[in-house]
Antibody
Framework: QVQLQESGPGLVKPSETLSLTCTAS????????WSWIRQAPGKGLEWVGY???????KYNPSLGSRVTISLDTSKNQVSLKLTSVTAADTAVYYC???????????????WGQGTLVTVSS | EIVMTQSPATLSVSPGERATLSCRSS??????LAWYQQKPGQSPRLLIY???TRASGFPARFSGSGSGTEFTLTISSLQSEDFAVYYC?????????FGQGTKVEIK
């Protein structure tokens, strides 16, 4: 059974960089797509982006060049970096494995419990 | 970006009754539509994908239908554990986008 645990600072100052890590246990991160999805307090869900160990990566255009998702296979971790944050980036950030294939698409089959990041001075 | 619109925002249903949730996309997405269930304090959980394929662990009382721009999630006989927020999400075009959610509450 795969388990995912997000970790990182719960408070980030405006204009600084948000850095989160998702540690996977019970299975290797290699060979899978990994995603970050966020949810602003009391709001809906938004895809941040995803990556694969083969280098294929996609980011939400709404985040521009601020976002980077990467894998560290030696530590079995998925990382998220979001630069120049504002209050609009305050959200619960979820890590999810896209392990359910359907045609050319992959869907989330395992999720972390999420971690709240607040952007405030 | 494709805009997903769900209705109603809140649906009040008695246990045992049928619930019908609607989702509309701003452009055709074929059957590239998923539904997620989210309970308070929990992560979302994939419920339906490809408009009508039920994900593992969900009972047959959940069904999805539709294609193009109009989609429906039906819960045939609501159980206590089904009261939650349901989101539709298109996976036809990146970025994948969600609707704003329908809260199914106890009447």
């Amino acid at each position: 059974q795969v388990q995912l645990q997000e970790s990182g600072p719960g408070l980030v100052k405006p204009s600084e960089t948000l850095s989160l890590t998702c540690t996977a246990s019970g299975g290797s991160i290699s060979g899978f797509f990994w995603s970050w999805i966020r949810q602003a307090p009391g709001k809906g869900l938004e895809w941040v982006g995803y990556t694969h160990s083969n280098g294929r990566t996609k980011y939400n255009p709404s985040l521009g060049s601020r976002v980077t998702i990467s894998l560290d296979t030696s530590k079995n971790q998925v990382s998220l970096k979001l630069t120049s944050v504002t209050a609009a980036d305050t959200a619960v950030y979820y890590c999810a494995r896209l392990g359910l294939p359907s045609g050319i698409y992959y869907h989330p089959d395992y999720w972390g419990q999420g971690t709240l990041v607040t952007v405030s001075s | 970006e494709i805009v997903m619109t769900q209705s109603p925002a809140t649906l009040s249903v008695s246990p045992g009754e049928r619930a019908t949730l609607s989702c509309r996309s701003s452009q055709s997405i074929s059957t590239n539509l998923a539904w997620y269930q989210q309970k308070p304090g929990q992560s979302p959980r994939l419920l339906i994908y490809d408009a009508s394929t039920r994900a593992s662990g969900f009972p047959a009382r959940f069904s999805g239908s539709g294609s193009g721009t109009e989609f429906t999630l039906t819960i045939s006989s609501l159980q206590s554990e089904d009261f939650a927020v349901y989101y539709c999400q298109q996976h036809n075009t990146w970025p994948r986008t969600f609707g704003q959610g329908t809260k199914v509450e106890i009447k």
